[in-house]
């Protein structure tokens, strides 16, 4: 036998089994979920960036007219096509100046003013759109994920309107009812509610089927079982047990909302459907502007820069929110 | 496998017969008037009797009904027509006349009645099909450009996983997913057409190639519009590609592949991509109808007059008809694809069984 401490008692025993167990460590403090997804959301450069610029463009939209109080719709035909300041740089005779920093189009309107009202318009279409699709199709993600007697039909519908071809339909839906809405509505409440409407109809279909499939999986779960073992109603267990569960894949499937809702907004202003003419987006700025681009290519460029970056920028924003929301890739 | 198409085509009836209502039912919503052109010096009773003519007056389930029986029956009487008359590969068969029948009054020879387009008053699926060919040109020859780019990205991305060229690879598509076509398209026409003055930045689609001369025309001015299209193609399937190979590349059978001494060109370029491309395929096949809807903002940057052009002209024109027939071949194709895709699933894939 070897030689071994005899403990005294089997109490000191014990004690001592136990002590193998203590860790050598000090304790940390429990962690929550939410700081593992920050720290795992921060190693992702790309998304920061992405976070980041969305913020800043947001911030820039509703400040920027208290900031840059010039109206956008204010004609100033004595300065008219004024050249963007970068312009001086190469050209000293260009007409620029610090007074239109971005220049001025054709009828004299500040194009900084126009580009901030603009950005408006397109992020409030974008962020509303996308909100109502979120909204629809998680709805009927839950309910025929965890109701088995509406499943066949409402994925039956989902697949039927996943085989509606959009776009065509938007620019019909768009052509016929604007008409009636701009009469009860204004020309731009009518469209704005007319084109957050629109899309927010024809996108839900993707969040719609991926949180109904994650349902399908969290519903065989054991707290679930608990949960209704206690006599926790539906409703309840929807609120308080599944939802909270599925929040990642929906604030996945948000960002690419946001991102096709900005896309399409623009889309539509470019195709001469959307708002009104005197109404700046930065797709209908975009459209105005190709007529003349051989001239000033810059107001081409300006709206086309901020439509992209934006998208670039929530795109970005939604691989880092997956890689970071996904327990699978957190911490490696 | 014949059993699931079969099954899927049946289900694809209904599908396509929703579809259409809905397209219908929202025509009917227009509050557009088809007589609106016509001078106002024609007394309304003659409008009213004009537009019975065009078949208004009636209740809408007979105006459905007869949409109906002008897509699915007359029409493709007038195409076998067409095809044993006039095409070189079914010409040797005798004539048909299914899309004429004798006047029972006067006993002449008289063509059945097509749908009409109100703006040209001629049928709508002759001018469809005068369209149709600039379409498919340029979206087909820019979907296969996307792909043969996307699918060597992929691949070489997934295998050189975080190199620098990945990196690269992931930025360029996440660009390319960003940058909407109707901004890519104004900025390569400023780009190539205003500041070097090297491609023409309208597509003439009268141009006939005859010689190398003109193909070279034909070849420069095709280049801008299928890039552009392209563009969206390669950003998404090389994210697909390399997604599906990252996947497979980890898999217990590459290991044995190269523990039996297979050279890596084979184990990379037929083991793994093999399998990565069953995923892939399908998406490729689901991709096609999107490409179609985005051909409509392209077909307008670059006055490609194709069917997406003449979709948006009938729009602002309120010709109803041709813009019924135009949505709904935009749905037959959506709904074609995806059943193309789903049998393609299953026919690469010996897992996947449906029956």
Redesign the interface.
């Known amino acids: 036998m070897t030689e071994q401490a005899i403990p005294s008692s089997p109490i000191e025993a014990e004690l001592e089994l136990y002590g193998a167990l203590v860790d050598k460590e000090p304790q940390k403090p429990p962690r929550s979920q939410w700081i593992d997804v920050w720290q795992q959301f921060r190693k992702h450069k790309?998304a920061v960036f992405g976070g980041g610029f969305l913020l800043f463009i947001t911030l820039a939209v509703v400040f920027g007219p208290f900031l840059w109080d010039v109206d956008p719709k204010a004609l100033d035909i004595r300065n008219k096509n004024w050249r963007p300041i970068y312009q001086l740089l190469f050209d000293s005779e260009a007409k620029a100046g610090w007074a239109h920093p971005f220049g001025t189009d054709q009828l004299g309107r500040d194009i900084m003013a126009q580009m901030i009202a603009g950005g408006q318009v397109s992020m409030a279409v974008g962020w509303l759109a996308m909100g109502l699709a979120l909204v629809i199709g998680s709805a009927i993600g839950v309910l025929s994920g965890f109701f088995t007697k509406l499943d066949f039909w409402l994925m039956r519908f989902t697949?039927?309107v996943l085989?509606?071809?959009?776009?065509?339909?938007t620019?019909?839906?768009v052509?016929?009812?604007r008409?009636?809405l701009n009469a009860r509505f204004g020309p731009e409440g009518g469209m704005f509610i007319l084109i957050v409407g629109i899309i927010g109809l024809t996108s839900w279909m993707q969040t719609a089927r991926i949180v109904r499939g994650d349902i399908l999986a969290l519903k065989e779960r054991e707290f679930i079982l608990a949960a209704r073992s206690i006599g926790t109603r539906s409703g309840k267990i929807i609120r308080r047990h599944l939802l909270p569960n599925v929040i990642s894949p929906i604030m996945v499937s948000a960002t690419l909302g946001l991102?096709t809702a900005i896309?399409t907004e623009?889309?539509l202003s470019?195709?001469?459907?959307g708002f009104p003419s005197d109404f700046p987006t930065w797709?209908k700025l975009?459209?105005d502007a190709?007529s003349r681009?051989?001239e000033f290519?810059e107001r081409?460029?300006l709206p086309?820069i901020a439509?992209?970056l934006t998208?670039?920028s929530v795109?970005?924003l939604g691989?880092g929110l997956r890689d970071a929301l996904d327990p699978r890739l957190r911490g490696r | 496998m014949l059993t699931f198409t079969i099954r899927r085509l049946l289900l694809s009836i209904p599908?396509l017969l929703?579809?259409s209502l809905?397209?219908f039912l929202?025509?009917q919503?227009?509050?557009g008037d088809p007589m609106a052109q016509v001078p106002l010096t024609v007394p309304p009773e003659v409008k009213q009797k004009m537009r019975e003519a065009l078949g208004l007056g009636q209740p809408i389930y007979v105006q459905y009904y007869k949409w109906l029986i002008q897509f699915f029956w007359v029409e493709p009487q007038v195409f076998i027509d067409w095809a044993t008359r006039d095409t070189l590969l079914l010409g040797w068969l005798p004539d048909t006349h299914l899309s004429t029948f004798v006047d029972p009054d006067t006993g002449a020879v008289r063509p059945v009645q097509r749908a009409i387009s109100w703006q040209t008053r001629s049928p709508i699926m002759d001018i469809v099909i005068q369209r149709m060919p600039q379409t498919l040109w340029v979206v087909g020859l820019s979907y296969i450009v996307g792909i043969l780019i996307a699918i060597p990205i992929g691949i070489y991305s997934a295998y050189r996983h975080y190199s620098l060229f990945d990196q690269a690879g992931t930025?360029v598509t996440?660009?390319g997913?960003?940058?909407?076509p109707?901004?890519t398209g104004?900025?390569l026409?400023?780009i190539f057409s205003?500041s070097l003055g090297w491609l023409p930045s309208i597509y003439d689609t009268t141009h006939v190639v005859t010689d190398w001369a003109s193909f070279k025309v034909q070849f420069m001015q095709m280049i801008m519009p299928v890039m552009v299209l392209a563009l969206q193609t390669t950003a998404q399937i090389s994210r697909y590609m390399r997604g599906a190979m990252l996947d497979n590349l980890n898999q217990d059978y590459v290991r044995t592949a190269r523990a039996k001494g297979l050279k890596e060109t084979t184990v990379v370029l037929v083991h793994v991509l093999r399998n990565s491309m069953i995923p892939v395929v399908t998406v490729i096949a689901l991709g096609m109808?999107a490409i179609f809807?985005?051909a409509?903002?392209t077909e307008?940057?670059f006055k490609v007059n194709g069917i997406g052009q003449l979709?948006?002209t009938a729009?602002?024109a309120n010709d109803l008809p041709m813009?019924m027939t135009?949505?709904f071949i935009?749905?037959i194709?959506?709904?074609l694809f995806?059943l193309i895709a789903d049998v393609l699933y299953g026919l690469l894939d010996p897992r996947i069984r449906y029956d």
């Open positions: 790309g697949d039927l085989s509606l071809p959009i776009l065509p339909l620019l019909l839906a052509t016929l009812f008409q009636p991102a896309i623009s889309a470019f195709l001469g459907v797709g975009l459209s190709v681009m051989q290519p081409v460029l086309g439509i992209s998208v670039l795109n970005y691989d | 599908t929703f579809i809905v397209i929202l025509l919503l227009a509050p930025f996440m660009v997913f960003s940058i909407p109707f901004f104004p900025l026409i400023v205003v109808p809807g985005g409509i903002i307008n940057v979709l948006l729009l602002f813009v135009l949505t935009f749905a194709l959506i709904v995806n």
